[in-house]
């Protein structure tokens, strides 16, 4: 019996980095955005990968040349992930702070505006609870790698896994290079907009080409994998990008400048937690950011 435990402990011997991977996998879509999230090379994600799934001994992602899904086992399995990877996060972060930290992920922009207020409120409100802001490059903004308590986000996450509130919207704004001839508008439409190619964070910004009509979308894009990128693009002037008002506020540069667009529908602005594992800070956090959107 002994030597029969020795050999299934080590067949199970699963890595954090496999599980890492598996969620990065969900997450982006595809191996080559799982590894540029990860910031490690795609063949790393494929190995990590087999060796999940050579140690569990099922298959858990269909692969095509384009995407990677997870079939039934892969969902079952990331669940567990989850999990795993948010109670080590926990682990780490009670460790460090004593209990007494609260993580607020984003994407792009935070808060925007609102964002250097809200930490003075909370500083006065909630002085022994200590509040980090953590840029996280996911579609949850940290909350499905277990790296946020709450985040804010301008697309809705899985309501299976996560709950969430709107606090507010704000309004779309174009970028575009300085020398750009809408540039000496004081607003700019949609058809205006798309009258150059659009620059499209198609993990997690908050512009596809679905907000034009069928007839009247850009006709060309150009994909990039963050906001760095985004802005880089833009400001060289091969293409205009789209974004909530907190970019345009979060984001001045030199050479970059920003127009209101008139005709285009706001934008929510959301708090999300883990459904399984809701943060206790989460009512505070709602409360004092409807003060600063109302």
Request: proline share 5%.
């Amino acid at each position: 019996m002994h030597e029969w435990r020795y050999s299934y402990t080590e067949r199970m011997n699963i890595e954090l980095r496999q599980l890492r991977c598996l969620v990065a996998i969900s997450e982006a879509g595809s191996f080559t955005d799982a590894a540029i999230e990860l910031g490690v090379s795609q063949a790393a994600v494929s190995r990590n990968l087999a060796s999940l799934e050579s140690s569990l001994g099922v298959r858990l992602v269909q692969r095509t040349t384009r995407s990677a899904t997870l079939n039934a086992a892969g969902e079952r399995t990331l669940r567990h992930a989850r999990r795993i990877l948010s109670g080590l996060a926990d682990l780490e972060k009670d460790a460090r702070s004593g209990g007494s930290t609260l993580r607020l992920g984003y994407t792009w922009a935070a808060l925007g505006r609102h964002t250097v207020e809200f930490q003075r409120r909370w500083a006065v409100a909630y002085p022994l609870v200590d509040l980090q802001f953590v840029r996280t490059n996911t579609p949850t903004a940290g909350l499905a790698e277990g790296r946020a308590d709450v985040s804010i986000l301008r697309l809705p996450p899985d309501p299976k896994y996560f709950d969430l509130v709107l606090i507010g919207v704000e309004k779309r704004y174009c970028a575009m290079a300085s020398d750009d001839p809408l540039a000496t508008h004081r607003s700019v439409t949609l058809a205006q907009v798309a009258e150059r190619p659009l620059v499209i964070d198609g993990r997690t910004g908050t512009t596809s080409v679905a907000l034009w009509p069928g007839d009247a979308q850009p006709t060309s894009t150009i994909p990039t994998h963050n906001v760095d990128d985004w802005l880089t693009v833009i400001g060289s002037g091969r293409a205009r990008g789209v974004s909530a008002a907190a970019t345009a506020h979060q984001y001045r540069r030199p050479g970059l400048t920003y127009r209101l667009i008139r005709d285009a529908p706001p934008v929510g602005v959301y708090a999300a937690w883990s459904r399984a594992d809701p943060p206790s800070e989460r009512t505070a956090v709602i409360e004092l950011l409807a003060g600063l959107y109302a």
